[in-house]
């Protein structure tokens, strides 16, 4: 356990020696900032509370979004960059397994795509203090992790696809240009009877909550198991190819 624990933290090492590495976590903050602004010079009654403010924009179709897109920009070069520098090579002959080199590599982007959310909540939170104050409105601490549950579950799907594309193609750029065309596809909603077993229509679980589901017959846990199903699906595509590749 505790060399898979230094393969982690050598794998963060790496990450944070990025000169780009705050930069995801700026983004997020100056989102939360323009949409609290934008939003208190709206002056609608929207937002009574943070809580209020945090809950509604932390879902999805809100900075989520802008969440997932940022970690799966970091997470495609995590495999894809040691191909591209030749430091795989070197990588595998260190007495470590490929499972144990590749399960911490997906252990750091994990970790890295929680800082992000953890980053997106607390920045929300104190704008929504400082522009709606923490008394009003019926939203709460309850509301407030029923949306750091959708969110976690939309961007874990997509780190997760990322990793594997990165994997696959070992290329930084295919992974980050497949994955960002799958964000513009997921609102993409097609009338046909399979496309509830598509992936897309599936990924924001927050549309359950109070309104009609994507498509007929589609329930919020006919979507935890179709996402469950594609999870195990990347995980294994990704981990069985790292496993056989030949990087000689």
Not at 125 to 145: E, H, S
Not at 159 to 185: H, P
Request: glycine letters at 8%.
């Amino acid at each position: 356990m505790r060399k898979f624990s230094n393969l982690i933290v050598n794998e963060w090492v790496k990450l944070a020696k990025k000169r780009s590495f705050a930069v995801p976590f700026l983004i997020v903050i100056a989102v939360s900032v323009l949409l609290g602004y934008v939003a208190h010079l709206s002056g609608g009654t929207e937002f009574n509370s943070a809580a209020g403010f945090t809950t509604v924009m932390l879902l999805p179709t809100g900075v989520g979004q802008i969440l997932a897109m940022l970690a799966m920009i970091g997470t495609a070069g995590i495999v894809a960059r040691e191909h591209s520098q030749g430091t795989i090579k070197f990588l595998l002959i260190r007495s470590r397994s490929r499972t144990a080199i590749l399960a911490s590599k997906y252990a750091t982007v994990l970790l890295y795509s929680l800082a992000l959310l953890t980053t997106a909540i607390l920045s929300l939170f104190i704008i929504g203090l400082l522009w709606f104050g923490a008394a009003g409105g019926n939203a709460g601490a309850g509301d407030i992790a029923r949306s750091v549950l959708y969110v976690a579950v939309y961007a874990l799907l997509y780190v997760t696809l990322t990793f594997m594309l990165s994997v696959l193609t070992s290329s930084t750029g295919v992974a980050i240009g497949a994955s960002l065309f799958a964000v513009m596809l997921d609102k993409l909603i097609i009338q046909r009877e399979f496309y509830k077993y598509m992936l897309f229509p599936n990924l924001d679980l927050s549309v359950y909550q109070g309104g009609e589901p994507p498509l007929p017959g589609m329930t919020q846990t006919f979507s935890v198991l179709v996402l469950a199903a594609y999870m195990i699906l990347f995980i294994l595509a990704a981990f069985t190819v790292f496993r056989r590749r030949d990087v000689a």
